[in-house]
């Protein structure tokens, strides 16, 4: 009996997030302006914005709280020499630079619907590192270049 009780009360304080949203949230997507990009990563592209560039070609891969494999959430630009990886811990990030010149492999794997990105390289401050992208195969849509519209960011 107390247990149900325990179980009851549990259930009725969860979320009511259908199966589909549920899903949805587990897949990569792209930011196509700096309005759509999440408030802890502004302070990023105002830097770079700042001089007149476009908008880089960038996908958030959203955080995974899964029972064995738990990943944070990365926003992934692609600067055109440059790709840069920024994880997000907490209300802050970590930047990882890799001018393509020090990327050694990137590595793709696909498993049904769980699939992974890796790169691997040497970073601008000369540090060999990786970063690894977990997404939903569901997304796996073709790299496209598009013209960015949006240019300033702003909180």
Not at 78 to 96: C, H, P
Not at 101 to 117: A, F, P, Q
Request: net charge neutral; hydrophobic share 35%.
């Amino acid at each position: 009996m107390t247990w149900r009780q325990a179980y009851t009360s549990t259930i009725a304080l969860l979320p009511t997030v259908g199966a589909a949203e549920q899903t949805k949230s587990s897949w990569a997507k792209p930011i196509k302006s700096c309005a759509a990009v999440p408030n802890v990563y502004k302070d990023f592209f105002e830097l770079f914005l700042a001089d007149g560039r476009v908008f880089p070609y960038t996908v958030l891969t959203p955080s995974h709280e899964g029972f064995i494999h738990r990943t944070t959430e990365k926003l992934i630009c692609d600067f055109g020499r440059e790709i840069y990886v920024l994880e997000r811990s907490g209300n802050t990030f970590e930047a990882q630079c890799y001018p393509l010149e020090g990327i050694s492999y990137v590595e793709v794997r696909t498993i049904l619907l769980d699939s992974r990105i890796k790169i691997s390289g040497v970073t601008r401050q000369g540090v060999p590192t990786s970063s690894t992208f977990k997404f939903n195969s569901v997304t796996d849509y073709p790299i496209y270049a598009y013209p960015g519209k949006d240019t300033a960011c702003h909180s």
